[in-house]
């Protein structure tokens, strides 16, 4: 089966672990969500599979359909598939959305195959309908003075242009209030598929009244100690995340 296989993973940032030997299997067509306090991981491991520089992998693998990823630039693993959303999208002043989205999808064209103009923008445009989007928004400079919604909107728009395999979305709901919530759901839940392996962090069940969870995951200093399926995003909901942590300290700070 297609599948993101995350084997004992063990990360350090300097001589400090953060990542303490994590396992997870994402299988193409399900949504895994991690839960957890914050400082347990969640942005670092995102970050691990994209391939951030900051990070150092002392250990375990991680396999896309069977091959081990942890060797490749960020770029190629891009190309390859793997997709995340920022919990902070940087801002990119003078190049449009559209500009920006139209070199991302050139860059994984084979060499020497040119981007039609035309087909781009039917492409975009149409998955802007798919997402209920205004097209005036691919005009306005990515990230640039927009609010949470606006960029976390971005994300997803990067998303459905890309067609990854396996998209990662970091606390796609942070900063959001309950509109902007609904349609960033809206846009991962018209981008779930057969297709596509989904990895949802957030640190409040909220989000996951909008996009049910095939599996929930707790992280708790850097290691998964609870899964189960989404009705434990309602339990840690209703008891918080101390009766998990009581006997698994944060890591020291
Ligand atoms: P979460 O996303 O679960 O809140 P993070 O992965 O952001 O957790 O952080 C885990 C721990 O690693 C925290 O203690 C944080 O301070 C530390 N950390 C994360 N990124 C860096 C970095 N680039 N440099 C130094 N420490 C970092
Ligand atoms: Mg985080």
New binding site residues.
Partial sequence: MKSLVIKDLHVN?GDRE?IQGLSLEIECGKVHAIM?P???????LSKVIAGHP?YTVTGGEVLMDGENILGMEPDERARKGIFLAFQYPMEVPGVTIANFLRAAVQARLPEGEELEATEYYYKLYEKMDLLEMNRAFTSRSVNEGFSGGEKKRCEILQMAMLEPKYAILDETDSGLDIDALKIVSHGVNVLRGPERGILLITHYQRLLDYIVPDYVHVMVAGKIVLSGGKELALELESKGYDWLTEEEPA?A?
């Fill in positions: 940032i953060i957890g914050n400082g347990s991981g969640k942005s670092t900051d890591a700070v």
